[in-house]
């Protein structure tokens, strides 16, 4: 191999985006011309299908230009495991992973990868949300869930940092080697480490269709974050126990001074079913938030792949990409 050019590889997870295909071809034709020419970096795209139940896939083979490749998995899997099945393809010295919905756009990209080039010493810059469009009730319980969530750990998740980012390919390395299959990104990025930067942006509307994202998947999620990387739940299970105690013995001791010292017959009907059917709904809500826990236990000690691939479609540009 002659001496080559450095690599940029974009990771661009999709679901059922047939209509924007070929907007974001373009916008990843732009792009590839704009790193070329500032950065002097090959591109090569790699798409991952999701499992899109339209004609994405076939869509953008027709559209794509340069050098690319589209995973299709067998199913969907979601976008979380889409973005490992694509940067376990990559090879390049950079990867930067996008919204295929036209989100992310080709100027902050850009931005990202300037920034990543032109300091040495970051290994990952990252685009960080604003939320200028969310509501506020959203970016409170937002906050909340940061806040929850970084209380306990040696490495903080950052505020409103998704996917989109830039990065030199040994953190692509080091997310590939962290085989999770119940996957939070946001946490396996912070986990890993590396130094990160982040770059404020405020994501573009939607091209077309809606956002994958409903409120009972969001909180699906935010489980999902708790469960793999926090065990503060757990943590204030036993200390709301542990009140309930503290609170039901106080009670108690009231009550038996009365009694003794007073000669109050105890109302005891209210306070009994209260009790009953308090402690009752607090059992069983905790018990399901550590059967959750129990789940993801099992779901991760069953020896299964995480994804699996259905086919790789690839453009006929011959590419120097080294193989590992
Ligand atoms: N996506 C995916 N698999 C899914 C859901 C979404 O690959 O199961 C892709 C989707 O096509 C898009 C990106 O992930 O390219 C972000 O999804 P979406 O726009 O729904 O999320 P949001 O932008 O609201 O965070
Ligand atoms: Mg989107």
Known sequence: MAESRPTLDIVAPFFNEAPSASAFAELLAALEAAVAQRFGMTVHKILVDDGSRDDGAKRFSQVLTGSWQIVRLSRNFGKEVAVLAGL?????????IMDADLQHSMDISLKLI???????????VYAQNDRREASWRRSQLARLFYSLINSSQRFDIPE??????????????????LRDKRRFNKGLFAWAGFRQKALPYSPEGRASGTSKWSRLNLIAFSLEGFTSFSVIPLRLISL???????????????????VIFYGIAVPGYPSLLVAVVLLGG?????????????WVTLSESKDRPVYIVRDVVRSDVASDRPTR
């Open 88 to 96: 376990d393809q990559s090879r390049g010295d950079m990867v930067l």
């Open 240 to 258: 709301s126990g542990l009140l309930a105690a503290f609170a039901g013995a106080v009670y108690g001791a009231k009550v038996f001074f009365e």
């Open 114 to 124: 300037a920034e990543l080039v032109e300091h040495p010493d970051i290994d990952v």
């Open 160 to 177: 409103n940092a998704g996917d989109f980012r830039v990065m030199r390919g040994a953190v692509a390395r080091a997310l590939t080697s």
């Open 282 to 294: 607090l059992n069983l809500t905790l018990l399901g938030l550590i059967g959750e826990y129990v």
